[in-house]
């Protein structure tokens, strides 16, 4: 049914001691399409319910018998008929009258003699209101029950169950409370993970280095392999423990007042080796007399070393640029860049490649590897310092990322 047209096949009882009204008023709305169910009196309407549930009542106040006051009073105490819309016909106008409609449940009054066009926008008015509530209902429903089944996929992380249910009833069930928790899940698996690669990572190294004497070739490169894989998986779980931990508000940084030559020094020669083989220089443009910045100076070589394995993942030859110059638009921020001659991003997935698990195509986790974290990451540390980050790119000519952090 549409909402704005709620007459259709709803029930409408009318309770009214004086015939005449009681016809014209029946008349009137059966042409408006509802079903009509009529009573004389206050006892009358009272039988009449146990056999028919009306979805609103018009209920006269002075009525021979009960009045429409006690008949009201006692509809609204029978859990059949409690929810059911009264709304009081009469000729009384004392605002006390009206005050004592509304304590026994009345939701409305028309004064008599009645206007029936202004009866049927009332009735018309309430029935919108009371479908709009089940409708509510319905929904909030429908998001307990969604939660109800998340929170059962969610079980085997340590959170009592009870205490979830309350946190999400608190929020109205939010979808954030599901991602706080999809959060802490990934913090628990990565850790759970991080102690048996290590111990893989430790031992392989070992037998690398001949702990165990001199290896056939064969072996030597089975075991390197185990060692490369270790370590690439090991930096998958580290970029889904910091974005968990970022979310989840676990991060806080330590911040310090130091001069950026040195970071960019060992960023330089990390990179070096990331190249290997490939055609690609690293160029610095770094003045001598730059300020210093203020900010966590681990967090930083994070970020600068994420866009840098990011440029050097997709440039196969040509060059790779990271300058640090002095804002020229905001003059107490610093301003790094890392600019490539790789394959470039569509114009239209800027935005996308600084979301979770996203990259510019999903073909390029195949090809390139990575879990499209690593932005995500720089963007959230880079925000945590205040500051701001971006990329100006077209395809098959490179790209360029910024970003911005304080200065002293």
């Known amino acids: ?28 709305l059966e042409t408006a399409d509802f079903e009509i169910f009529v009573a004389e009196d206050g006892e009358s309407a009272l039988e009449l319910i146990e056999y028919v549930t009306p979805d609103i009542i018009l209920l006269d106040v002075m009525m021979p018998g009960i009045d429409g006051f006690e008949t009201c009073h006692r509809l609204k105490n029978n859990p059949q008929t409690k929810d059911i819309p009264i709304i009081f016909m009469t000729a009384l106008s004392d605002a006390s009258d009206k005050v004592k409609g509304f304590e026994v449940g009345g939701v409305d009054y028309i004064t008599k003699p009645l206007q029936y066009s202004e009866v049927l926008a009332r009735v018309n008015t309430h029935l919108t209101i009371g479908n709009l509530q089940k409708k509510l209902q319905q929904a909030n429903d429908e998001l307990e029950q969604r939660v109800a089944d998340r929170t059962h996929r ?5 959170i009592e169950k009870a205490r979830l249910l309350t946190e999400l009833e608190e929020t109205v069930i939010k979808l954030k409370e599901a991602d706080h928790l999809k959060s802490e899940f990934l913090t628990n698996m990565s850790h759970e993970m991080r102690t048996p690669l290590n111990s893989i990572l430790g031992f392989s190294e070992l037998l690398l280095l001949g702990i165990n004497g001199e290896l056939d070739p064969p072996i030597q490169d089975d075991i390197q392999l185990i060692y490369n894989s270790g370590q690439h998986l090991l930096a998958i779980v580290n970029d889904v ?11 806080e940084l330590v911040l310090d ?23 690609v220089k690293i160029i610095t443009d770094i003045p001598n007399d730059l300020s210093k910045v203020h900010a966590d100076e681990t967090r930083l070589k994070q970020i600068l070393l994420n866009l840098m394995d990011n440029a050097i993942k997709f440039t196969n030859e040509g060059q790779i640029t990271m300058k640090v110059h002095q ?35 999903m073909s390029y986790r195949r090809e390139y590897g990575g879990m499209g974290l690593g932005l995500t990451i720089c963007q959230e540390l880079v925000k945590m310092h205040g500051g701001n980050i971006g990329v100006i790119s077209q395809m098959y000519k490179g790209s360029k990322f910024w970003f911005t952090i304080p200065t002293f």
């Open 327 to 361: 804002s020229d638009t905001e003059p107490k921020m610093m301003l790094f860049s890392i600019t490539d001659t790789g394959i470039g991003i569509p114009h239209d997935k800027h935005d996308v490649i600084f979301k979770r698990f996203r990259q510019a195509d």
């Open 1 to 28: 049914m549409n909402e704005n047209d709620t007459s259709e096949h709803e029930g409408v009882l009318i309770v009214d001691d004086n015939p005449t009204n009681l016809q014209i008023l029946a008349e009137y």
């Open 257 to 279: 007042t130091f001069d950026v030559h040195d970071i960019i020094a060992d960023i330089q020669a990390t990179s070096t080796i990331l190249i290997g083989d490939k055609h």
């Open 154 to 158: 969610l079980e085997s992380i340590a």
């Open 241 to 251: 423990l910091d974005i968990s931990k970022i979310e989840a508000g676990l991060i």
